[in-house]
């Protein structure tokens, strides 16, 4: 089973690169959706996150104001390491869980962990391989203006609050351009499909 690490900056075009892995069959474990499902309400991370940051942070109905909570770790890089302390021990027990169960379901499965803060948080984990989705910061904050509706220092902000690309792109063992041509993207995709599918990557079955 190959384990495969998907990471890129915000806007990147990671998802589209997951999204198409798992047309070919690869079993995608998305980082941020583990995320939503451990700061549901009712969960511990959710209460350590209102122990941390305040009551406020929760709406009436006790769910998570991730738009609140953004806001305020993206201007204190205190407060975004004291979250990233909470968060990310929880997903990587919870994403580890289901890596083990894509292996116990299909011993020969790709397993590709859509993660964008893996240089932040995962980078010294066991991936039999390293992907990283490639487009230029630029690029990626005329993304963030027009399709996300941030304004541009937002966009920067959100940018910068990452690892750069520099330490991204240190750490690959293939990247897949974004910044082109779909078409590019996604032909990218289909040859790095046709290499794990061969599990032509030291894999663990």
Known sequence: MPLVALTGGIASGKSTIAARLAE????VVDAD???RE????????????AEAFGDELLRPDGSLDRAALGAVVFADERARHALNAIVHPAVAAESARRFRAALDADPRAVVVYDV????????DDPWDLVVVAHAP???RVQRLVELRGMTEADARARVASQASDERRL???DAVVETGGDLRVTLA???????????????GRS
């Open 170 to 172: 240190a750490i690959a």
């Open 137 to 139: 910061e630029e690029t």
């Open 116 to 123: 964008p803060l893996l240089v932040e948080a995962r980078p």
């Open 24 to 27: 070919h069959g690869a079993v």
């Open 188 to 202: 990218q995709t289909d040859a790095l499909w046709e290499r794990l599918s061969s599990q032509d990557v030291g």
């Open 38 to 49: 451990l700061q549901q309400p009712g969960m511990p991370v959710l209460a350590a996150i």
């Open 33 to 35: 959706a583990v995320v």
